[in-house]
């Protein structure tokens, strides 16, 4: 179990998450991409992102952006 107290800035709506669990990994790292600033995003492990990328609901501009970004990856492996 890996809980952490998220920033303000990314969650307002919880002061804990447990990033054990997929659902709110997902939508924490959604929200990091939604709503961080960038030494959040600084963080998010890229190749995590890479493979759970089209599962985040991202909006279409947002995935897009991201999906160009991280396509190095995908043909790297």
Not at 2 to 25: V, Y
Not at 45 to 66: C, F, I, M, Q, T
Request: net charge negative; proline share 8%.
């Amino acid at each position: 179990m890996t809980i952490i107290s998220p920033p303000g800035h990314i969650t307002w709506s919880t002061d804990l998450l447990d990033l054990a669990d997929p659902f709110q990994r997902n939508w924490y790292m959604r929200q990091i991409i939604e709503h961080g600033k960038a030494q959040d995003v600084a963080g998010l492990d890229l190749d995590e992102l890479a493979r759970l990328l089209d599962k985040l609901n991202l909006p279409p501009y947002l995935h897009s952006l991201w999906a160009r970004f991280l396509e190095p990856r995908h043909v790297a492996r």
